[in-house]
């Protein structure tokens, strides 16, 4: 029963928390906040970014208050697990590399969902403009634009997908 706590709470959590970091994202690539999606992300991250920024502003274009409540929200989920799971929390400097650690993995899961999704939706298309193909190319093209310059598509074949996946794979098992 325990674990099926834990699991839901890490589940519901790091979709919450991912939605922070898309909401971070998509204001670092500029993409387009009239998109549906985006609309939805603001829509939910709004309540505890709003009052956050009010303190902490914006600094070279990146949103610090979003991240700030990512980082929050996943040192309280961390702490809710360790808690469930009957471990003794750690200290605050090993609680904290914990906490930047989760995030840079689910950093790295949003990327690779991301970059998988949009080379689905580029094999079956999807007959014209989409708001979901529109936020995923404004978020994974600036991961994909360097592997392409590399890696040319090969007899209309864009590998370079292919790649990225395979560096976020990488990535996610070297810090998990």
């Not at 519901?12 to 993409?31: D, H, P, T």
């Not at 808690?83 to 605050?92: C, F, K, Y």
């Amino acid at each position: 029963m325990a674990l099926a706590v834990s699991f839901l709470f890490s589940t519901i959590g790091e979709l919450y928390v991912s939605c922070y970091l898309l909401r971070f994202l998509m204001q670092w690539v500029r993409a387009d906040f009239h998109n549906p999606l985006s609309q939805f992300i603001v829509a939910v991250t709004g309540p505890l970014v709003h009052p956050v920024r009010r303190v902490i502003p914006a600094w070279r274009g990146l949103d610090l208050a979003t991240v700030l409540v990512a980082m929050l929200l996943e040192l309280v989920l961390t702490l809710i697990l360790i808690s469930l799971s009957g471990m003794s929390v750690p200290s605050t400097g090993l609680l904290l590399l914990i906490v930047l650690r989760r995030l840079a993995v689910n950093a790295a899961r949003l990327f690779f969902f991301a970059v998988l999704l949009r080379a689905i939706l580029s094999w079956v298309g999807t007959g014209g403009y989409h708001p979901i193909v529109a936020i995923l190319t404004s978020i994974t093209e600036p991961l994909i634009r360097p592997v392409r310059r590399l890696i040319r598509p090969i007899g209309g074949l864009d590998l370079a997908p292919l790649f990225v996946l395979i560096g976020l794979q990488a990535l996610i098992v070297a810090l998990g």
